[in-house]
Each structure stands twice: as structure tokens, then as C-alpha cells.
């Protein structure tokens, strides 16, 4: 290596290290930004998942006798403060429960008869 080269890469030694010295203080800065966000959603997890029901059926007692129909579900839907509902025709079932469910019960007209979460 000849004595220019030598030169220029000595010149370059401060800006390879500055550049260097930011990426490890950037790095260090970025991880302890993830530490305190996964202890922070850690800690409030429970804001997340709650043993409380989220389902509400008795706010959906203002549909009973209304006749199912797509625009009765997403109203029932949006009252009950649930993800999904299910119509029921045949009481008595062994069904599965999901707590963020609402379940409609109608008779044979199809009209809401009942509700209840799960």
C-alpha cells in the first residue's frame, strides 16, 4: 500500500469511527425503546383481557319481535358491543361460548325473541 492510500484511509478512521460510535448509541436507544414498550403493554395487559364479559344482550331487548334481517344484526352488533353474532332457531342446543358473542334467538317468523351473551 503506498503512502497515499495509507493517507486517505487514516483521514477516514475519524468519520468510519463518529459513524460507528451513532449506529451503537442509535442501536442502544432503539432497544431500550422496545424494553420499556413490551414492559409497558406487559404491565397493562389486563386492559387487553379481562375476565368481565364485553357482551351486553339486555341492550338488544329494544329488537326483540323485530324480524332478522342484515341491517337487525349490525344494529345488534353495535348495542350488544360485541365481534359476532349468532341466530339461533333451535333452543336447546349444545353450543360453543365465545364471551364476545351475542346470540339471538327467533322463532319461527325469524323475529329476535331472546339474546343472550357467549
Known amino acids: 500500500m503506498d503512502k497515499s492510500a495509507a493517507r486517505?484511509?487514516?483521514?477516514?478512521?475519524?468519520?468510519?469511527?463518529?459513524?460507528?460510535?451513532?449506529?451503537?448509541?442509535?442501536?442502544?436507544?432503539?432497544?431500550?425503546?422496545?424494553?420499556?414498550?413490551a414492559e409497558t403493554i406487559s404491565e397493562d395487559s389486563s386492559a387487553y383481557f379481562s375476565d368481565e364479559q364485553a357482551?351486553?344482550?339486555?341492550?338488544?331487548e329494544v329488537l326483540f319481535g323485530q324480524e332478522v334481517g342484515k341491517d337487525v344484526l349490525l344494529l345488534a352488533k353495535v348495542l350488544s358491543g360485541v365481534s359476532s353474532v349468532r341466530v339461533l332457531s333451535m333452543p336447546g342446543r349444545d353450543l360453543s361460548f365465545?364471551?364476545?358473542?351475542?346470540n339471538l334467538e327467533v322463532n319461527e317468523q325469524k323475529r329476535i325473541v331472546?339474546?343472550?351473551?357467549?
Do not use: H, K, M, Q
Open 98 to 102: 365465545v364471551p364476545d358473542r351475542l
Open 55 to 60: 357482551c351486553t344482550a339486555e341492550s338488544v
Open 8 to 37: 486517505g484511509v487514516l483521514d477516514l478512521l475519524p468519520n468510519i469511527i463518529l459513524g460507528l460510535s451513532l449506529a451503537l448509541v442509535g442501536w442502544l436507544l432503539f432497544s431500550v425503546v422496545i424494553v420499556e414498550l
Open 114 to 118: 331472546g339474546a343472550f351473551c357467549g
